[in-house]
């Protein structure tokens, strides 16, 4: 079993990289801050959605453009509502417009550095960040938009790692049966045969605080006997038909995916008499991984 997950594994991460090359825009972007550190993640559960950014904080207030570009307009936050949630909840912004379609929206932001300017290299200082105090907040939001596709891209997708060596922590693990009956795998409680909702409570500690603040994971695997049941993985967020769905290997919509700030709810997996293994896989976006596998007795 071991070897057949092996094979499973690399099969997955070729397909992942399969995907960045072909669907995802392949460009080398610069942090917008001299020093940052992750406050919040993409896909995290936010405003009632899947935020469409990270939140980064850094010891200097300049932001710089994350490659050269052109100014596309400004939005300050007493502006027009945005028709297609392009930086809702984002504050007062400027957007970028780069090569390829690629589009940088800078959020949370206190007044441009060179009001009147429209094309930035990437060593000009664009705006200045909202400074901390009791009433706002002194971080700043980075989202990344393709727009011949229509698709709010990962960030930490183009741009340079980061130094993060806290793992994922998982919080709680539930199996749900048809009935609404919770069963948690730790208790060694015998199952009976059917179908179960997975429901799996983790985060990722943000490094920007002492406690580190729950963010979203970048990915979580689920494993039954080996078997990839579920890959949720952050890597795009895309809107259809008023849904809005995050796309990996897999597409999830929020609405179906989110039963709390850190709980995540997954499609029934099938139990079958015997023994049963399940295996959860979480990562960060630095490759740090939580594992914690779970031994069921199923019975008819």
Request: proline share 4%.
């Amino acid at each position: 079993m071991r070897d057949r997950r092996g094979k499973i594994r690399v099969l997955s991460l070729l397909l992942f990289f399969w995907s960045l090359l072909f669907s995802l825009p392949l460009t080398a972007f610069e942090w917008p801050l001299a020093e940052q550190r992750l406050l919040m993640s993409f896909g995290q559960n936010k405003w009632g959605g899947f935020l469409k950014a990270v939140a980064l904080q850094g010891e200097s207030g300049e932001i710089y453009p994350v490659e050269e570009g052109e100014i596309l307009f400004v939005r300050r936050e007493s502006g027009l509502p945005d028709k297609h949630g392009l930086g809702a909840g984002l504050g007062t912004m400027v957007v970028m417009q780069h090569q390829r379609g690629i589009r940088s929206l800078y959020g949370n932001i206190d007044s441009l550095q060179n009001p009147g300017k429209l094309n930035f290299r990437r060593e000009d200082v664009l705006a200045l960040m909202k400074p901390e105090s009791d009433s706002t907040e002194g971080y700043l939001y980075l989202q990344i938009i393709d727009s011949e596709v229509d698709r709010y891209i990962n960030p930490l997708l183009s741009l340079p790692s980061l130094d993060d060596r806290r793992a994922p922590v998982i919080r709680s693990v539930f199996l749900v049966d048809e009935s609404g009956r919770t069963y948690s795998p730790e208790t060694g409680s015998v199952l009976n045969q059917g179908s179960y909702k997975l429901l799996i409570e983790t985060y990722d500690p943000s490094s920007a605080t002492e406690n580190g603040t729950a963010m979203a994971p970048f990915s979580i695997k689920v494993y039954l006997n080996g078997v990839e049941m579920h890959g949720l993985s952050f890597e795009s967020i895309v809107i259809k038909e008023g849904q809005s769905l995050v796309i990996g290997a897999r597409e999830y919509a929020y609405q179906n995916l989110y039963r709390g700030l850190d709980e995540y709810s997954f499609e029934p997996l099938v139990l079958r008499n015997g023994e049963a293994e399940l295996e959860l896989v979480v990562s960060d976006f630095s490759g740090n991984e939580t594992v914690e596998v779970y031994q069921l007795q199923v019975r008819r």
